[in-house]
């Protein structure tokens, strides 16, 4: 059993950290440059961001490695590196976790679509398990596949991550349709995900991004209509995104995400932290209400 499951069955409900997008902006990242390499350049910056949240109250803290795979770096002709970039993203996880908190290593999609040919399986699996080989030896406990929409690329990712012999955790993104419901962008929904998952070996799953966390909530409902038993990870937006003066603003004060928390815990979430826009501030607040 996984660092994180052990938790788990001495806690029941654990905070994971925010959004590191928005707060790499917020230090300085330009638009159209790598924030992976920030791992190389700006290693401070990076180390202050996992420090920030552990400080907050998170019990895991993510890795500066989203879009760390080597088709992802490719764009910046960086692919070359990957191995290099996602281990410095877990040793810095690593070094402002210490040995006690738990260091999860962030895996997003490829950006390759297996549908139209662009990458086979095979393939696929090879980028997917460089990159976490590169985390686990960075120092990572776990992988978090995150924000995946095509249930086939994500259940090759866990795949790859559970071979390194790392807990894979997973979330797919989902969008609200209007008759109600969710799906993600290739039609997924909720419930649709779990059975392939965890079969994939997959030891928690949920939704992060896409929704705000009050959306949240019918989607664990969901999960939990069709699995009782299976760890549930949320990381909402802090709500959805508005577009002011040039800006993309997340309007969700911490306190109106926290907000949410009980309706969570009820619905049948086991982790809860933030994703888009969410912030030190955000995850504190969050801690607090689970801490209640």
Known sequence: ??????LLKKQ????????????????????????????IDHPEAVKDIARSYL????????????????????????????YEINRAAAALSRQAA?????VLGSVGPTGKFLMMGE????????V????????????????VVETMTDLEEAVIAVRAAVKTGLEALCTMTFDPLAGGGYRTMMGISPSDMIQPLLEAGAAVIGSNCGNGSRGMIDIVREIRSVNTEVPVLIQANAGLP???????????????????????????ANI???????????IRAIAARIRE
């Open 1 to 6: 059993m996984g660092k994180i499951l052990d």
């Open 12 to 39: 029941k409900y654990l905070v994971s950290d925010g959004a590191w997008g928005t707060f790499l902006q917020a230090k300085g990242l330009q638009a159209g440059t790598c924030p992976e390499l920030w791992n």
């Open 55 to 82: 400080e907050a109250g998170a019990d895991m803290v993510e890795t500066n490695s989203f879009g760390g795979n080597s088709c992802k770096l490719e764009h910046y002709g960086l692919a070359g590196r990957a």
């Open 98 to 102: 210490g040995p006690d908190k738990i």
């Open 119 to 126: 990458l086979s399986p095979e393939e696929m699996f090879q």
């Open 128 to 143: 997917f398990y460089e990159q976490c080989q590169a985390l686990k030896e960075g120092g990572a406990d776990a992988v």
């Open 242 to 268: 508005v577009y002011k003066d040039g800006k993309t603003i997340f309007p969700e004060s911490p306190e109106e995400m926290a907000a949410s928390v009980p309706g969570l815990l009820e619905a049948g």
């Open 272 to 282: 809860i932290g933030g994703c888009c826009g969410s912030t030190p501030a955000h």
